[in-house]
């Protein structure tokens, strides 16, 4: 699937926004979880700190830099593969994309 239907297309440029937020809000908690932990050892959640916001940049990134038609399917498949896109956001897309999506999926 080189291409996704362009009603597709559309509902992702929709969600993005929001998606975007959702992925944004689960990096805070987790730096929330770390600064809430560092009493004692503040050098080192300094350093877990700086080491997860690089992995998580990395996941931003691949989930949301430089949508085309052509490689929107696979940032469908990342934003699942994150846990960004619910199953609710995944049924709003044609049963073709759903379909794609879920056997690269399961192959991983």
Request: with cysteine; net charge negative; charged share 30%.
């Amino acid at each position: 699937m080189s291409s996704i239907p362009e009603k597709d297309w559309k509902l992702f440029r929709k969600l993005q926004s929001e998606l975007t937020a959702k992925a944004c809000e689960l990096v805070f908690r987790q730096v929330n979880n770390i600064a809430n932990v560092r009493s004692g050892k503040e050098h080192e959640s300094y350093l877990d700190l700086y080491r997860f916001i690089e992995t998580e940049d990395a996941k931003i990134a691949e989930m949301f830099n430089n949508p085309t038609r052509n490689n929107v399917i696979l940032k469908i498949v990342t934003l699942k593969k994150y846990d960004v896109l619910s199953v609710e956001q995944l049924e709003m897309f044609s049963e073709e994309t759903q379909e794609f999506v879920n056997r690269i999926l399961n192959l991983s």
